[in-house]
């Protein structure tokens, strides 16, 4: 084999190690980025106030795409149900107290066909406080 071509074939396969080494990692970051639900939601209970609960939902929508949010009962009923397209989504939700212990939320992407469910369990209780003081 001639020095010339030794070379040439030793170039040519390095710039497609090269070029391999350059792709590869990037073909595998971009396909790890393509999960739209990694712990972008999040639930936050605010509290009650007037026989209701009070929740915050976030969602960060990077693709902007359509997506849905849904709230059911323990019994399965849907309490509520929206779809939306925010890149940032915060909402605040209100709901009614009742006999039921246990809502779930449900963000879904039905494109993506991915979806995250959060299970909240309430439990009401009365507490009273009594102090016994002396006085003089």
């Known amino acids: 084999m001639e020095p010339r071509t030794f070379f040439s074939v030793i170039r040519k396969s ?3 190690i090269a070029i391999a080494a350059i792709t590869i990692p ?9 999960d739209p ?3 972008l939601a999040n639930i936050q209970y605010l509290g009650s ?3 209701s609960l009070m ?4 969602y960060n929508n990077i693709n902007a795409a359509r997506f849905f949010v849904t709230i ?3 019994n399965g009923e849907t309490l509520f149900q929206g779809a939306f397209t925010d890149s940032k989504f915060n909402k605040k939700f209100i709901l009614p107290k009742t006999e039921a212990s246990r809502l779930i939320f ?9 979806s995250e469910t959060f299970e909240v369990n309430t439990q009401t209780r009365m507490v009273e406080d009594v102090m016994v003081r002396k006085l003089q």
Do not use: G, Y
């Open 26 to 34: 990037a073909a595998a970051r971009s396909s790890m980025d393509v």
């Open 72 to 74: 059911k009962d323990e």
């Open 106 to 114: 449900i963000i879904s992407d039905k494109k993506n066909r991915h």
């Open 37 to 39: 639900f990694k712990k």
């Open 49 to 51: 106030q007037n026989q």
């Open 55 to 58: 929740f915050t939902v976030t």
């Open 14 to 16: 390095l710039f497609a």
